[in-house]
């Protein structure tokens, strides 16, 4: 929570954020429009790396210090959502389907894996990437916007045999 508390713990810090598993969010920054995301842009990793590495001095103007987090404010839940449509390799869409969230499926720690959808047209949008998954921080990852896809789409999971993303309707 403060500089006297994190400072013995600089070197670990680094290395948790460089192998992303601090903040624990396993979705990669700019691979989908994700709404609350929790990702450390590569400019956040680098300040971090840099810090460390100048020897981790503490800041000079305490009024730059963000404010405390409030942890008495209860987690926001999770919006409800509807029917899941589960993805393990690809899945042609039979009729049009919108979706709002995507969450994985039957994926091992540790694993990775990618979500994309082909629409007819032959646009491709990259829906999420899954990188060093961890189920004890697994979570519903809510798009920036729905998705609306006309039938026909194609979505597609890769590495095959990784596992299964479950896209999730509105309710």
Do not use: C
């Amino acid at each position: 929570m403060n500089y006297q508390e994190a400072r013995p713990w600089a070197k670990a810090i680094k290395e948790e954020v460089l192998e992303r598993r601090m903040p624990p969010y396993a979705a990669v920054k700019g691979f989908g429009e994700l709404r609350d995301d929790q990702a450390l842009t590569q400019e956040d990793l680098h300040v971090i790396a840099d810090w460390v590495e100048g020897g981790s001095p503490e800041g000079d103007d305490p009024g730059l210090l963000p404010k405390a987090p409030d942890f008495s404010k209860p987690s926001r839940p999770d919006k409800k959502t509807g029917a899941e449509t589960v993805v393990s390799g690809n899945l042609n869409l039979k009729t049009a389907s919108t979706f709002v969230a995507v969450r994985a499926r039957n994926l091992a720690d540790g694993a990775s894996i990618q979500a994309v959808a082909e629409k007819p047209d032959g646009t491709i949008l990259p829906l999420i990437w899954l990188y060093d998954y961890k189920s004890k921080f697994d979570r519903v990852y809510y798009f920036r916007a729905p998705l609306a896809f006309p039938a026909g789409t194609k979505i597609q999971t890769f590495p095959a045999g990784a596992g299964s993303v479950a896209l999730l309707a509105a309710q």
